[in-house]
């Protein structure tokens, strides 16, 4: 119980004081996650208004395989693109291991099928509405697409928020990719991983306030950035 | 080149193994007004929606006098209940003239101009998802016009509307009568059909059962059904 | 104008480059917990306008990165392991550095009583008597090697204990955090026990045997298997730690008033 208020109270001074290694260690967290989070919505967003409007065999095993996709292990996600980065790998060659980039990959990854699962569920529904109308009117494919994407922002943006806090948390995969380097690679979920492993319980909840604390704010920033949640709007 | 005349012949269409409507051979000439009736599930919708196209074709032919890539330009279909895109009454309007790639000055303006023409000048940047049922129903008719088709699908539209927004909606489709559109419409209100009709298709179990100009129709039909259907008996 | 600013051009390019110098050193737990490295790297990015850029890992996962090529040097303390590295050919050569030693950590109510133990294998005979809960590193570091030893060398094999023997599967500080959990005894190194924040009821209570004693060897990886490894920069850390200021700064490195590394490289 102590180490919850003792890390409260570091928390605060932590804050206030605007000690640097905290400002630089969370501002490589948003650097990264937010990074991940534009990359991985302009993969997963349209990807996922393409498989709700268009016909195709194979529709319905790819939802389900793009759902399984969301209960990857991040961990299993860091090994994998490890191994593809490593100087003995593949793509060793461009040095991105151990850099915030590697970082930004494995989460990119991780968050993708998230976003694009949790987007499709509300486009195939919306889709389903305008499907009769959009056909009616002789639209073509992209016609469609733009017009789900953009009536359905609201719930794109739903889904990325998703995708923002599964990666602003996530630690296994960033861990191997990135290596934890001080001044580099450390961030927010890693400094306290680290800080866990000293036995520095207090700094190590610390930290965590910080996180959740920062997540909030992300997140309201965006929704009032955006004006959901206001009288007469959908 | 002009839709019309269009001829179906043969036309038939399933769902899920069952035919929803057909063999329907049919002939529709340049001008007039074509109501459709009959008892529910006689197959009205499925006519409406296998004539545009929007209902597969597993059978038979449906030609129009030009060709069939142009064809679907130049009708609209409102649909029983009106379908609202989530945005805007003025972005509502304005969403066909954009797909059609018309510059968005010129598209707001014509979208705003029909807006006040179906008494929601005031209401164009209201989010047309909070419409009431009647003005749906405008706006959707209005959207489907403001592309100047030449031909109108119609699906019972005033079948949720009070007097008054029937009396407007009439009002408007009218006018797109005088002023070309060709309109093919279903509707269970006899008195409407009497009002608009030029001519009638009577459907009965999927198929056409009586087709006729509508003042002989309405006087003395030829059919023992259709007669049972204008005096009000439920028929199979 | 010109010249100025082509001068100026090159004195920033010259100065980047200076400053841009950095190698990558995969370095154990136990090494990053001992507090030593927050010492040594602001002197040697002083001495040599060198960045080593730490990555802590546990020891087998070092090696694994000194084979892949992807850091220019280790920092661990397993002799047969380095050997073995070594013999690959993913190595140039062992320099050993400096020592440190192992303690063995227990309650402080010390039910198996190996406070009074006469040696390593006797306590660790203690404990297996009483069947006290014993947590183990238990993921092959250099650490975990060197306790599979002790029980070795004490006629114990590990494969046959009971439930009281836990094997974690992770680093120091995890170890202790579990050992320190469930009140258990774990062998740990002088400097990660002292610099650890959690320590509840333990406390340490056997220490001294010489065959506790923890050598740390530095192994540059071999840039004839891997081009691109920073060989030139290893070597000039290397030369910096076998240096009479490493020797000093070593030495007296101290955590409550302890010494806890003893310099013992050949200059």
Known sequence: MSDLLNGLSQAFWLVVTLDPDLVEITLRSLRVTLTALLVASLIALPYAALLAVRRFRFRRTTIAVLNALMGLPPVVVGLIVYILLSRSGPFGVFGLLFTPTAMIIAQVIIIVPLIASIAHQSLRELWSDYHDLLISMNTTQSQRIRAILWDGRRALLTASLAGFGRAIGEVGAIMIVGGNIDHVTRVLTTAIALETGKGDFALALALGFVLIAMAIAVNMTIHWLTQTEQEGRW | ?236 | MKNLLIGAMTAALVATSALADDMKMAVTTSFHNSGLSDILLPEIKKDLGLDVQLLIVGTGQALRLGEAGDVDAILVHSRKAEEKFLAAGNGTHRREIMYNDFVFIGPKSDNAAIATASAAADALQKIEAAQAPFVSRGDDSGTHKKELSLWSAAGLDPEGFGDWYRAVGAGMGSALNTASGMNAYIMADRASWLNFGNKGDLALLYAGDPVLFNQYAFIPVNPEKHGHVKNDLAMKLENWLVSDKAKELINSYTINGETLFVFNAKQ
């Open chain 2, 1 to 236: 080149m002009p839709l019309m005349p269009m001829t179906a012949t043969g036309a038939l269409s399933r769902r899920r193994g069952k035919v929803l409507v057909g063999p329907v051979d049919l002939t529709l000439a340049t001008e007039g007004v074509t109501i459709v009736i009959g008892p529910n599930g006689s197959g009205k919708t499925s006519l409406l929606r296998m004539l545009h196209g929007i209902a597969r074709l597993n059978a038979g032919d449906i030609t129009w006098s030009c060709p069939i890539t142009e064809a679907r330009e130049k009708q609209a279909f409102v649909f029983q209940t009106p379908i609202m895109m989530r945005r805007s009454v003025r972005d509502n309007l304005m969403f066909p003239l954009r797909v059609s790639g018309v510059a968005k000055p010129e598209a707001r303006a014509r979208a705003e101009e029909w807006g006040q023409r179906i008494g929601l000048g005031e209401a164009l940047t209201r989010q047309a998802t909070v419409l009431s049922g009647g003005e749906r129903q405008k706006l959707a008719i209005a959207r489907a016009l403001i592309r100047n088709p030449e031909v109108l699908f119609l699906d019972e539209p005033c079948a949720a509307l009070d007097g008054r927004a029937m009396r407007e909606v009439e009002e408007i489709l009218q006018n797109a009568v005088s002023g070309g559109t060709r309109i093919i419409m279903s509707t269970h209100n006899m008195g409407q059909a009497r009002r608009l009709a030029t001519e009638v298709i009577f459907m009965l179990g999927g198929l056409v059962h009586e087709f006729s100009s509508a003042p002989p129709f309405f006087e003395a039909p030829r059919t023992p059904q259709a007669q049972a259907f204008l005096r009000g008996d439920i028929v199979e």
